[in-house]
């Protein structure tokens, strides 16, 4: 079974960066897509980033409005890994974020449909 560790959290100010990982293991041939998905306290969980694993759209991104511009998301397929640059960080993006893999089709690719292994979370907090 596929196993999904995400890392890379922790406390930043307004206006800075951190870098989220998310590697798969055991089976890195059964998904299409990695997906960053967060949720903050009161809220439901939303979707963030995603990028194709695989077949002739590997490596294409998908963003949430809300990031678009900030965030960049990557992957080492050699790694097995995705990364999420995150940019510019606000007070708004603190959340549990947690990464995801699956095979969503591209209608499905930022709703939680599709995903069927996830990661733990890791917590970012933006604050003064």
């Known amino acids: 079974q596929v196993q999904v560790t995400d890392a890379g959290g922790g406390l930043v100010q307004p206006g800075g960066s951190l870098r989220l990982s998310c590697t798969a293991s055991?089976?890195?041939?059964?998904?299409?897509?990695m997906g960053w998905f967060r949720q903050a306290p009161g809220k439901e969980r939303e979707f963030v980033a995603a990028i194709r694993w695989s077949g002739g759209s590997a490596g294409t991104p998908y963003y949430a409005d809300a990031v678009r511009g900030r965030f960049s998301i990557s992957r080492d397929k050699a790694d097995s890994t995705a990364y999420l640059q995150m940019n510019s960080l606000q007070s708004e993006d603190t959340a549990v974020y947690s990464c995801?893999?699956?095979?969503?089709?591209?209608?499905?690719?930022?709703?939680?449909?599709?995903?069927?292994?996830w990661g733990q979370g890791t917590q970012v907090t933006v604050s003064s």
């Open positions: 995801a893999i699956g095979r969503p089709i591209t209608s499905t690719i930022r709703t939680e449909r599709g995903y069927f292994s």
């Open positions: 055991g089976g890195t041939s059964s998904f299409h897509a």
